[in-house]
């Protein structure tokens, strides 16, 4: 009888500890299970699973869609680094760091309403491809004739100090010693004399008159239809040689570096405010 009872014993405490085997098993599976299922989301696709075979689940823009493509240019050809370009007063210089905000911006439909966008402040960088891409969802449909905006930051945020997001200091933006953004900013060398590497350092910034760096900028064109059907894409050029001339005659060796608000960098900032022109725009099917 002891030994049937043992025996029995024996038999009860093996059950047990299968069971606790099939128990851990059946965790692990799960932990693992959900990993391998867990969703994956980048730009405009969720991938669900990824054994055996992930499921794509493709996300649609939000309509209605605008998109504003800035292409950087220095004249006639493309803007690129390590490249020598000469402007109107013969100064060869290359660019090096070129960089503005673009905020505030309103939408103008059938040339008279006027639908201001909250919270649209944006650096724009030739250094950062995906920064002169600028996607404005849902927006209101109609008939789009012009845009308005800022370069620059408005007053208000420069009062209220340094800020997040596009407005973050870390982007070197910010007059850390002068509690204000700068505007806009082109860096680069040019040839002086004998020196074909002298250093040039533009920084417009400023929001008090009657140096203040902020430009308002208003781009007309065509009525095009905004709606749930297509994306809008509007194709801007962003030209660098408009710093130079018009309305003012600014050469690179007459200052050729300047970090706070000044006659000259208002001169500068009335230049550039001319830089931005439509050059096309498109429809594409959602």
Request: net charge negative; charged share 15%; glycine share 6%.
């Amino acid at each position: 009888m002891v030994t049937f009872v043992g025996l029995m014993n024996t038999g009860l405490l093996i059950l047990k500890t299968r069971l606790v085997f099939s128990l851990i098993a059946i965790c692990l599976m799960f932990v693992f299970g959900c990993s391998k299922d867990a969703e994956i989301t980048e730009r405009n696709v969720i991938v669900i699973g990824r054994n055996p075979t992930p499921e794509v689940v493709v996300v649609a823009d939000p309509k209605p869609l605008l998109i504003l493509q800035l292409n950087h240019i220095a004249g006639n050809q493309p803007l690129e680094f390590d490249t020598y370009y000469t402007n109107q007063w013969g100064e060869q210089f290359t660019v090096d760091v070129f960089r503005y905000y673009l905020s505030n911006l309103v939408l103008i439909y059938d040339s008279a309403t006027r639908m201001p966008l909250p919270e649209t402040y944006f650096l724009v960088d030739q250094g950062k491809t995906t920064s002169r891409t600028i996607r404005l969802p849902h927006i209101p449909e109609g008939k789009l004739t012009g845009i308005e905006l800022l370069i620059g930051v408005d007053a208000a945020r420069n009062y209220s100090g340094a800020q997040m997001g596009a407005l973050d200091p870390v982007l070197g933006m910010f007059w850390t010693w002068n509690s204000g953004y700068i505007m806009a900013k082109i860096e680069g060398s040019y040839k002086k004399g004998n020196n074909p590497n002298a250093i040039y350092m533009w920084h417009c910034g400023g929001y008090d008159l009657p140096y203040s760096g902020i430009r308002t900028v208003k781009l007309s064109f065509p009525q095009t239809v905004v709606d749930t059907l297509q994306r809008t894409i509007i194709d801007i050029n962003a030209d660098v040689m408009e710093w130079f001339n018009s309305p003012n005659k600014a050469r690179i060796d007459s200052i050729p570096v300047f970090n706070d608000p000044s006659a000259f960098s208002s001169m500068v900032a009335d230049n550039y405010a001319d830089m931005l022109t439509v050059k096309a725009i498109t429809k594409t099917p959602f």
